[in-house]
């Protein structure tokens, strides 16, 4: 099966730079996706890495080792409207195709 | 281009009871998956399906089963409701692509149907 661990809580002030970590362990591993979900709101998309490396979008960034099975979410300038939770998700070749497995999610806080 | 939709939004239903919930994906979008989440599991999934078919299944009770439309809508049905299925039901859509069934396309999120069961 995949597992996904990320940090439940992180908390920083306005205007930093906050970065959220995912470790998985999976076979058949195809790319690591991010997505950002507010209170009562439904996930959206931020990012995606299918290859190693740093994918950048806006104040957003998200770096991928696959030989390390780990990636991350760089939020740069940070603003009060980014208080959301966080999550990874893998996505992985299954027997009966592939999947998205989310991971538990991380609540990011930021403060004035 | 209009979003995800989702029927209902709310719904409070009795333990023993069934449940169906709605989805209609984005326009020109074929695949179709499903998702439970709630606070202590997060975002499980259910399952994806595809041209009408299931292409992959996570790993949910026979209670819980789904099927997809030709034009792509779809819905998921729960029999015999129990309180741990109180959760908030997301179905999410792409573009995908056929074959292999590989898919690196953005999940789109629909608002999601809040499922009580008391």
């Known amino acids: 099966g995949q597992s996904l661990e990320q940090p439940s809580e992180v908390t920083a002030v306005e205007g930093a730079i906050v970065q959220i970590n995912c470790t998985y362990q999976?076979?058949?591993?195809?790319?690591l996706s991010w997505y950002q979900q507010h209170d009562g709101g439904a996930p959206t998309f931020l990012s995606y890495?299918?290859?190693?490396g740093l994918e950048e979008t806006g104040r957003f960034s998200s770096f991928l080792s696959r030989s390390d099975s780990y990636g991350y979410l760089l939020l740069q300038e940070l603003q009060m409207k980014d208080s959301a939770s966080y999550f990874c998700?893998?996505?992985?070749?299954?027997?009966?195709?592939?999947?998205?497995?989310f991971g538990t999610g991380t609540q990011l806080k930021v403060e004035l | 281009k209009a979003g995800v939709t989702q029927t209902p939004r709310y719904l409070i239903k009795t333990r023993g009871q069934q449940v169906t919930l709605s989805c209609s994906p984005i326009?020109?979008?074929?695949?179709v998956s499903w998702y439970q989440q709630t606070p202590g599991q997060g975002l499980q999934f259910l399952f994806e399906?595809?041209?009408?078919?299931?292409?992959n299944k996570g790993n949910f009770p026979g209670r819980f089963s789904g099927r997809q439309f030709s034009n792509s809508r779809s819905e998921m049905n729960v029999s015999t409701l129990e309180l741990g299925d109180s959760a908030l039901y997301l179905c999410?859509?792409?573009?995908?692509?056929?074959?292999?069934?590989?898919?690196?396309?953005?999940?789109?999120f629909g608002p999601g149907t809040r499922l009580t069961v008391l």
């Open positions: 399906y595809f041209s009408e078919t299931q292409r």
């Open positions: 999976t076979s058949g591993f195809y790319g």
């Open positions: 998700a893998v996505r992985a070749i299954t027997g009966g195709g592939n999947k998205l497995t």
């Open positions: 890495n299918g290859l190693d």
């Open positions: 326009s020109g979008h074929r695949s």
């Open positions: 999410a859509s792409s573009l995908a692509s056929k074959g292999a069934g590989l898919s690196t396309d953005t999940q789109y």
